[in-house]
Structure formats: structure tokens, C-alpha cells
Antibody
């Protein structure tokens, strides 16, 4: 069974940092791009970042560029998102998702249950 | 970026009825790279449709997608009780990928 399990969320003050993790199982992890998508309370999903299967290519939404870093450890089947310089508007549930498509234009066929990041003083 | 506008915001129907959900793009989705997701409270989105009309694995055939250019539609032919949820469209034709704001399908 394909499974994605996120962890690492929590309550953090504005300007703070967290590292989110996503443990993958049930598929050949390094064959697939992976994506982080976030969803603020009561809002629709918003794409955050994508990384290629090898980890050599990444891209980011403008709203997080320079503050968030996506990475992956293919030996451990884990996806990461380092989130820094956090702002109130980064408060959301963060989902990792397995991506299908091409040229960094993906839809997401499997999603984790999410981890919640709350930015508040 | 491509803005996706979904309508109606809320759709009230009864089990057994047909649901028609709309997703309009601010510019043409030239390769028909449009997906639909279902989300229930407290759960992650679930892929229903990709490539405008292809059903994802294990999705019942009462779910169907169509459209081209800027206008796309998700049809649920006969609503089952478990279909009442929020539905989102997503385009993956142009970077950045974007989602619509959602249509809430509620029981009448």
C-alpha cells in the first residue's frame, strides 16, 4: 500500500523555523517527484514546492521562495521541507504528495494526512 | 498565473441526483491538464480525475470529467451519500500549478 506520513509540525513564533518530514512507503520513492501543498483553515489547497525524483531539481511558489527548502533522502525514503522566517500567513496544514506529470507540472495521486504548522506569538 | 474559479460555491442536492460542478480558468489550459479532487472534513484531498477526463484508480464511474480551453466540468451522475464533500479543480498546464477555491456539495 502506498503511504505518506508527515511529521514535524507545531506551534512556532513568527520568524521561527521548523523541519517537516514525510516518510514514504509502498512505491519506488526515487522514481517520483514529490510535492508539498498547504491548506490554510477554510481555504483551498496551495502548491508550495516540488522536487524531482533524483533531488537535483526543485521549484517553489513565489510566496515561499528564499524561506523554504525542499529536499529528499532517497536512501531513507523521506521528503523534507525546511520552513524558515515563518509568517502568520504560513499557518496551514502541510501535505506531502506523490506527483505525476512532466516538466514540474504535476497533479498529485497520493497524499499524506498532513501536519499542522501554526505561526503565532 | 492561471486563476481557477469554481461555481457554484455551494451545491445542495439529494442522494440519487446528478451534480454538475464547474471550473473556469483565467486563460486556456492548452493541454487539458486539469485534475479534480474530493476532500472530506479532516482528510487530505483525494484525486478523482486527471487529464480532464481520466478517472484515478478505484474511482467509481459515476464520476466523470469533461471540458477544454477555459471551461471544465465534473459530473457526478447519481449522488451517493459518501459523495457529499468539497471538490477542487487544479491545473497543471502552466507554472505555477494552481487550485480553485472549491465547491461544497451538501445534502439538501
Amino acid at each position: 500500500e502506498v503511504q505518506l506520513v508527515e511529521s514535524g509540525g507545531g506551534l512556532v513564533q513568527p520568524g521561527g523555523s521548523l523541519r517537516l518530514s514525510c516518510a514514504a512507503s509502498g512505491f519506488t520513492f526515487n522514481n517520483y517527484a514529490m510535492t508539498w501543498v498547504r491548506q490554510a483553515p477554510g481555504k483551498g489547497p496551495v502548491w508550495v514546492s516540488t522536487i524531482s525524483g533524483s533531488g537535483s531539481s526543485t521549484n517553489y511558489a513565489d510566496s515561499v521562495k528564499g524561506r523554504f527548502i525542499i529536499s529528499r533522502d532517497n536512501s531513507k525514503n523521506i521528503l523534507y521541507l525546511q520552513v524558515s522566517s515563518l509568517r502568520d500567513e504560513d499557518t496551514a496544514v502541510y501535505y506531502c504528495a506523490k506527483a505525476l506529470g512532466h516538466n514540474f507540472l504535476y497533479y498529485m495521486d497520493v497524499w499524506g494526512k498532513g501536519t499542522t504548522v501554526t505561526v503565532s506569538s | 498565473e492561471i486563476v481557477l474559479t469554481q461555481s457554484p460555491g455551494t451545491l445542495s442536492l439529494s442522494p440519487g441526483e446528478r451534480a454538475t460542478l464547474s471550473c473556469r480558468a483565467s486563460q486556456s489550459v492548452t493541454s487539458s491538464y486539469l485534475a479534480w479532487y474530493q476532500q472530506k472534513p479532516g482528510q487530505a484531498p483525494r484525486l478523482l480525475i486527471y487529464g480532464t477526463s481520466s478517472r484515478a484508480t478505484a474511482i467509481p464511474d459515476r464520476f466523470g470529467g469533461s471540458g477544454s480551453g477555459t471551461d471544465f466540468t465534473l459530473i457526478i451522475s447519481r449522488l451517493a451519500p459518501e459523495d457529499f464533500a468539497v471538490y477542487y479543480c487544479q491545473q497543471y498546464d502552466t507554472s505555477p500549478i494552481t487550485f480553485g477555491q472549491g465547491t461544497r456539495l451538501e445534502i439538501k
